[in-house]
């Protein structure tokens, strides 16, 4: 732990790790920070912290952070450090260039959700109004594109539906698909601490996580189910909760669409949806899903609280639909206490939905072809804009292959390490003429790219980002970009180079222009943000103040939506070659693929990626703790050591993602959601074998 001397000036931030967004006193001394304190008056964090936010800002200082723009002819080449105006030049000549020769569409960019709103509303602006299409995507492609769709189709709107505040309300917490004491770990400490007041739990998850296993609390069940087969399990608790008369009719009755109830309570009373039916697939006792179904229902309030386990399947978006169904079947929605709140997994992947970073959709989730969205912007921008919804960063990769997109420009990702099917983008970057990245470090992608643009650190610059509880927060700047552009100033250079013009003297102006754009920010500016502390959208007229639990007296869609949720099994299938399942997930000390996390001094310790197997599965392969192990599956392998528990039941095998030496991802599958193409991270076929090491 670094903490240089005696403070003397602070200013408030925002965390730039996960979605819990905790607040922040940046103690200063100079230019140099001396530490960073966990504010007292943080609306989500009420002065908690975890280690991460506490300690792991010490990568704004690492010796590997790239500070000067570079650029080289071909990928083999090479990198040129050169001025910042060379850099923006040559990549406007580039994408000039190949639209001349490939047409509007060839190029496209990627937002960051590590990046303030106003930064990834740029880069979609950038896009649309510089670019002339609306081949725009960003990394919740890759995590809760799902919870978009299904939320959005169920209840109008893709975003949690509770404050966190709401937890000390609640009776019962159905957890599924998250694992909140490594990911989220503040709001995982007040689910505890309401847990240990007397509230119940119900644990959906293929491994016995932290909330499974912690002595200090009890959870009333653990559903362990077989990966890939969450669907089955949601549609079996409904089929308890309709076929036992557990539905709350007065509530459904009021606010949802009476006639796609009744569709959907017919289709789950079906024997085949029954607990015993489904007990084969899921792997989970009968009676263990009734009881569960039964606390659900009855137990008061009841809040799910979901992360990537359920938005990373096949099905993923089925998933988030038959939770919205769940909790609009037992009136769990609208109050304190309840809801449906998926746990969003970076700082800023709120924010950059909410931004318009879908290639369908402008910021507040309008689609791009209603006419009356795109002339506001149109006007607003001075510029006529695409109807026809963009590419997807999968189908920009598959396009490149076809060799008719050819220029991209990442906005802080990594994609190498961070999507699936790491050989598809390896290919895809490969084939296009013009990659940009722009970040803070050399990255994996970075190995595609021909244009380095250095990005800056959450210290250096002024913005907002927004929360899993959708609460706007500012994020203020303590010291000078070190590598002399922020990263909003970037975007904006480069768009003014291609010929769009774009100026702002302060991220504040490009709030008010989002602001002036999409009604759910109606009224939120950095002056009002400063008077309030944080306002949580939908914020207009009426709610001035922001919302902090949402569809109180109607859905955002009108009624609630009730949709049929049949279980399909995913194609990814176990046989004798590949016979157990891999699932994957993240550790407190890392953050995803650890480009700053593994580069900071105040990380107080260094977890390698390792890989979980039961005992049973061990011993058949002549696996010991600590052996290295090859994981191979029909996408690729990867060598690691492996931790033998009966964390994981057997069949299940589980590791983490966040060393570019391990590349978990390089097994992982192509399958993806069907509806948002959100991969299939959860569940892939795999062998694991004795090995000498890497
Ligand atoms: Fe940062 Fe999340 Fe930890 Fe809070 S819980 S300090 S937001 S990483």
Same mark, same amino acid.
Request: glycine share 8%.
């Given at each position: 732990?670094?903490?240089?001397?005696?403070?003397?000036?602070?200013?408030?931030?925002?965390?730039?790790?996960?979605?819990?967004?905790?607040?922040?006193?940046?103690?200063?001394?100079?230019?140099?920070?001396?530490?960073?304190?966990?504010?007292?008056?943080?609306?989500?964090?009420?002065?908690?912290?975890?280690?991460?936010?506490?300690?792991?800002?010490?990568?704004?200082?690492?010796?590997?952070?790239?500070?000067?723009?570079?650029?080289?002819?071909?990928?083999?080449?090479?990198?040129?450090?050169?001025?910042?105006?060379?850099?923006?030049?040559?990549?406007?000549?580039?994408?000039?260039?190949?639209?001349?020769?490939?047409?509007?569409?060839?190029?496209?960019?990627?937002?960051?959700?590590?990046?303030?709103?106003?930064?990834?509303?740029?880069?979609?602006?950038?896009?649309?109004?510089?670019?002339?299409?609306?081949?725009?995507?960003?990394?919740?492609?890759?995590?809760?594109?799902?919870?978009?769709?299904?939320?959005?189709?169920?209840?109008?709107?893709?975003?949690?539906?509770?404050?966190?505040?709401?937890?000390?309300?609640?009776?019962?917490?159905?957890?599924?698909?998250?694992?909140?004491?490594?990911?989220?770990?503040?709001?995982?400490?007040?689910?505890?601490?309401?847990?240990?007041?007397?509230?119940?739990?119900?644990?959906?998850?293929?491994?016995?996580?932290?909330?499974?296993?912690?002595?200090?609390?009890?959870?009333?069940?653990?559903?362990?189910?077989?990966?890939?087969?969450?669907?089955?399990?949601?549609?079996?608790?409904?089929?308890?909760?309709?076929?036992?008369?557990?539905?709350?009719?007065?509530?459904?009755?009021?606010?949802?669409?009476?006639?796609?109830?009744?569709?959907?309570?017919?289709?789950?009373?079906?024997?085949?949806?029954?607990?015993?039916?489904?007990?084969?697939?899921?792997?989970?006792?009968?009676?263990?899903?009734?009881?569960?179904?039964?606390?659900?229902?009855?137990?008061?309030?009841?809040?799910?609280?979901?992360?990537?386990?359920?938005?990373?399947?096949?099905?993923?978006?089925?998933?988030?639909?038959?939770?919205?169904?769940?909790?609009?079947?037992?009136?769990?929605?609208?109050?304190?206490?309840?809801?449906?709140?998926?746990?969003?997994?970076?700082?800023?992947?709120?924010?950059?939905?909410?931004?318009?970073?879908?290639?369908?959709?402008?910021?507040?989730?309008?689609?791009?072809?209603?006419?009356?969205?795109?002339?506001?912007?149109?006007?607003?921008?001075?510029?006529?804009?695409?109807?026809?919804?963009?590419?997807?960063?999968?189908?920009?990769?598959?396009?490149?292959?076809?060799?008719?997109?050819?220029?991209?420009?990442?906005?802080?990702?990594?994609?190498?390490?961070?999507?699936?099917?790491?050989?598809?983008?390896?290919?895809?970057?490969?084939?296009?003429?013009?990659?940009?990245?722009?970040?803070?470090?050399?990255?994996?992608?970075?190995?595609?790219?021909?244009?380095?643009?250095?990005?800056?650190?959450?210290?250096?610059?002024?913005?907002?980002?927004?929360?899993?509880?959708?609460?706007?927060?500012?994020?203020?700047?303590?010291?000078?970009?070190?590598?002399?552009?922020?990263?909003?100033?970037?975007?904006?250079?480069?768009?003014?180079?291609?010929?769009?013009?774009?100026?702002?003297?302060?991220?504040?102006?490009?709030?008010?222009?989002?602001?002036?754009?999409?009604?759910?920010?109606?009224?939120?500016?950095?002056?009002?943000?400063?008077?309030?502390?944080?306002?949580?959208?939908?914020?207009?007229?009426?709610?001035?103040?922001?919302?902090?639990?949402?569809?109180?007296?109607?859905?955002?869609?009108?009624?609630?939506?009730?949709?049929?949720?049949?279980?399909?099994?995913?194609?990814?299938? !176990?046989?004798?070659?590949?016979?157990?399942?891999? +699932? *994957?997930? #993240?550790? /407190?000390?890392?953050? $995803? %693929?650890?480009?700053?996390?593994?580069?900071?001094?105040?990380?107080?310790?260094?977890?390698?990626?390792?890989?979980?197997?039961?005992?049973?599965?061990?011993?058949?392969?002549?696996?010991?703790?600590?052996?290295? !192990?090859?994981?191979?599956?029909?996408?690729?392998? +990867? *060598?690691? #050591?492996? /931790?033998?528990?009966? $964390? %994981?039941?057997?069949?299940?095998?589980?590791?983490?993602?966040?060393?570019?030496?391990?590349?978990?991802?390089?097994?992982?599958?192509?399958?993806?959601?069907?509806?948002?193409?959100?991969?299939?991270?959860?569940?892939?076929?795999?062998?694991?074998?004795?090995?000498?090491?890497?």
């Amino acid at each position: 732990v670094i903490e240089k001397g005696k403070p003397e000036w602070s200013k408030i931030t925002t965390c730039a790790y996960c979605g819990v967004g905790c607040a922040f006193k940046v103690e200063m001394k100079g230019d140099e920070v001396v530490r960073m304190v966990p504010y007292k008056d943080g609306k989500s964090n009420h002065g908690h912290s975890c280690v991460k936010g506490r300690f792991a800002w010490g990568y704004t200082n690492h010796k590997e952070r790239i500070l000067k723009p570079m650029i080289r002819e071909k990928i083999t080449d090479p990198w040129r450090e050169v001025s910042w105006e060379e850099a923006i030049a040559h990549t406007a000549s580039e994408f000039k260039r190949i639209q001349a020769k490939y047409g509007p569409r060839s190029v496209g960019g990627l937002t960051s959700s590590r990046c303030t709103d106003e930064e990834t509303f740029l880069v979609q602006k950038l896009v649309r109004a510089g670019f002339g299409n609306n081949n725009v995507d960003t990394c919740a492609r890759v995590c809760h594109s799902p919870t978009g769709y299904g939320l959005g189709t169920t209840f109008g709107t893709s975003a949690g539906t509770q404050d966190f505040d709401s937890v000390e309300q609640t009776d019962v917490m159905l957890v599924i698909g998250a694992n909140p004491s490594d990911a989220h770990p503040v709001f995982a400490s007040r689910m505890k601490q309401r847990l240990r007041e007397g509230a119940r739990l119900i644990v959906i998850d293929p491994r016995r996580t932290h909330l499974v296993q912690s002595p200090h609390i009890k959870a009333d069940y653990h559903l362990p189910t077989l990966p890939g087969t969450n669907v089955a399990i949601l549609t079996a608790l409904a089929h308890v909760i309709v076929t036992e008369g557990l539905v709350n009719e007065e509530f459904v009755r009021e606010r949802c669409d009476w006639e796609t109830f009744q569709d959907w309570a017919a289709f789950v009373a079906e024997e085949r949806n029954s607990p015993e039916a489904m007990a084969v697939a899921t792997g989970v006792p009968a009676q263990s899903i009734r009881g569960a179904a039964r606390l659900y229902a009855t137990g008061g309030n009841a809040a799910i609280y979901y992360g990537l386990g359920v938005t990373e399947h096949s099905q993923g978006s089925t998933s988030v639909m038959a939770i919205a169904n769940l909790a609009m079947a037992t009136g769990n929605i609208g109050r304190p206490g309840v809801g449906v709140n998926p746990l969003r997994g970076q700082n800023n992947v709120q924010g950059s939905c909410d931004m318009g970073s879908f290639p369908h959709e402008f910021s507040g989730y309008r689609h791009v072809s209603n006419d009356e969205v795109r002339r506001l912007f149109e006007i607003d921008w001075n510029t006529p804009l695409e109807k026809e919804p963009g590419l997807r960063i999968t189908n920009m990769l598959d396009a490149a292959l076809d060799g008719s997109f050819m220029g991209l420009y990442v906005q802080g990702e990594d994609i190498m390490q961070s999507d699936p099917d790491t050989k598809h983008v390896a290919a895809g970057l490969s084939a296009m003429e013009c990659v940009v990245m722009q970040d803070l470090f050399l990255n994996e992608t970075a190995n595609y790219a021909h244009v380095f643009l250095p990005g800056s650190t959450f210290l250096e610059k002024d913005g907002t980002f927004i929360n899993a509880e959708r609460r706007i927060q500012l994020v203020r700047k303590v010291m000078e970009p070190k590598n002399g552009m922020a990263d909003w100033e970037i975007t904006m250079a480069l768009s003014n180079a291609l010929g769009y013009p774009m100026h702002y003297d302060h991220p504040s102006e490009i709030m008010d222009e989002i602001a002036r754009l999409t009604p759910t920010f109606t009224g939120v500016s950095f002056a009002r943000l400063e008077e309030l502390g944080s306002i949580q959208w939908p914020c207009n007229e009426k709610t001035p103040t922001g919302t902090p639990v949402m569809h109180v007296d109607t859905f955002v869609r009108g009624k609630g939506n009730f949709v049929v949720t049949e279980y399909l099994a995913t194609d990814e299938r !176990v046989g004798p070659r590949y016979p157990l399942l891999l +699932t *994957t997930g #993240r550790i /407190l000390s890392q953050y $995803n %693929v650890g480009a700053q996390t593994r580069r900071t001094d105040n990380v107080v310790w260094h977890a390698e990626d390792v890989l979980e197997i039961h005992p049973h599965d061990a011993e058949e392969r002549g696996i010991r703790d600590g052996m290295w !192990v090859k994981l191979a599956s029909r996408s690729g392998e +990867t *060598t690691l #050591r492996v /931790l033998v528990t009966d $964390n %994981v039941a057997p069949g299940v095998v589980y590791t983490t993602f966040h060393h570019p030496d391990t590349q978990a991802n390089v097994v992982t599958t192509d399958y993806s959601d069907w509806a948002t193409n959100c991969p299939e991270y959860k569940c892939t076929a795999v062998q694991v074998t004795p090995s000498n090491g890497p």
